[in-house]
Every structure is written in C-alpha cells, then in structure tokens.
C-alpha cells in the first residue's frame, strides 16, 4: 500500500510538473510578445522624432508638397496618440510608412534637396531606423508565431486564458501599396 501512495505521489508530481512547464512556456511566449510590441513602439518614437526634421528641411525645398506634409504630420499625429502596441497603432504606422513612401519618390524629383548635405544626414538616419523597424517588425512577428504556436498545442492550450490579453495580436504584414511590382519603365521616361 505504501509503495502504491508513492506511485501516485510521483505521478502527481510528474503531472504538476508537465502543467506546470507548459504554464511557464504560454507566460514566456506571452511576455515576448509584449516585448516585440514595445520594441516597435521604441522605434516607431524614433521616427516620430525624426519626422519634424525632415519635414522642416524638406519643405525649404518642396514648396508644392503641402499636402503630403500636412498627411504626414496628421498620421504621426495620430500614431503617437494611438495605445502602445495596439493594432490600432499598427495600422496607422503602416498607412504612415505610405505616405512617407510617397515622400521619398517626391524628393527625386528635387535635386537641390537631395545634395543638400543635412537633408542626405537626415535621410541616413531615417533609412537606419527603418531598418531597426523592420527588424523590430519581425521580431514581433516571430513572437506572435511562438504564442500562436504555444496555445494551440495540447496541454499548453489549456493555459490560454492566461494569453487572451494579447491572442488577438495581429501579423504585421506590408501594405497593399508596398506589394504592387514597380515597373522600373515608368520611372525611366
């Protein structure tokens, strides 16, 4: 009979433990999740930040730009405003990287802006901390994959709960402007 207590004891224990790893594993994927988002968000604010500045040296040159300037200041506007790591953040900062596409194919078409030697500092930095945001974006994507992963896989799956607040992340994927193929040709003519 003892021998019997034990077996259960050990059992109970090896069980616990099992629920307990997989507790721990939801928790961790939950939580680097949390991270990818606010990892975003920190790069997000540096392109805020730098936004002005472009925009200040920009409009020195590109007079007939009024209307991109004014989209641009009403998206970053509205994405630093936007809850931290929301998607409705997301979906601003991707309607914002747009319009800031559309910046740049303007810039071509200024010369003396593009030698202008701050103006060329400027976008430097900007490039890098598109880079980091790109980076940043698949880190996230990645996380959100290890979550979705972890809570649909048995017997994590029964920790889900414990998820829920962030389960309706969404994938950050390109815009639909950003999927279009470019035909080198127009640019050429």
Do not use: W
């Not at 920190?42 to 007939?64: C, G, W």
């Not at 009403?74 to 747009?98: C, F, H, K, V």
């Amino acid at each position: 009979m003892l021998q019997f207590l034990g077996l259960v004891v050990v059992f109970v224990l090896i069980i616990a433990g099992i629920l307990y790893n997989c507790y721990v594993r939801v928790i961790q994927a939950r939580n680097s999740l949390l991270e990818a988002k606010s990892g975003i968000d920190v790069q997000f604010k540096k392109r805020y930040d730098l936004i002005p500045n472009i925009l200040t040296i920009a409009s020195k040159f590109m007079e007939h730009e009024k209307e991109i300037f004014t989209k641009i200041t009403e998206l970053r506007t509205q994405a630093m405003n936007a809850p931290a790591g929301s998607n409705q953040s997301l979906e601003i900062n991707s309607q914002l990287d747009s319009v800031l596409g559309q910046l740049k194919v303007s810039m071509e078409n200024y010369p003396t802006l593009k030698s202008d030697a701050t103006m060329l500092q400027a976008m430097q930095t900007y490039n890098e901390v598109e880079e980091h945001i790109a980076a940043a974006r698949r880190f996230y994507n990645s996380a959100l994959t290890q979550l979705n992963n972890t809570v649909m896989i048995f017997p994590s799956s029964m920790f889900r709960n414990y998820a829920a607040d962030v389960l309706d992340s969404k994938y950050y994927e390109a815009a639909e402007s950003e999927k279009v193929s470019i035909n080198a040709g127009d640019y050429l003519k």
